[in-house]
């Protein structure tokens, strides 16, 4: 799975998942806020994932009103997701 495609829409992180957590799970917590096109969890270390929303707008949605919230039990932090690495870095 490409996990930095653009194509799929706005990418948003949701860590401190429990380590039973699913995809599912993740739609089921985001689906009010809008459109998701695909979520996925890490099981190899466990603990985030991130799901992908076909608007921006309700990414952002997503991320003030969730952020904080209980999912099965643990307290998520959920935010925009940004690209990692590749360069860059600014000067100063």
């Known amino acids: 799975m490409v996990l930095d495609d653009p194509s799929k829409g ?3 992180f949701i860590g401190n998942l429990p380590p039973d957590a699913e ?11 809008g459109v998701i096109n695909d979520a996925w969890v890490a099981k190899k270390p466990p603990g985030f994932g991130f799901v992908w929303f ?19 039990g643990n307290r998520v932090r959920v935010e925009i997701s940004v690209p990692r690495g590749g360069g860059g870095g600014g000067g100063g």
């Open 54 to 72: 076909d608007d921006e707008r309700d990414a952002k949605d997503a991320v003030r009103n969730l952020d904080g919230r209980t999912l099965m």
């Open 23 to 33: 995809s599912r799970d993740l739609r089921d917590f985001f689906r009010e806020f």
């Open 10 to 12: 706005t990418k948003v």
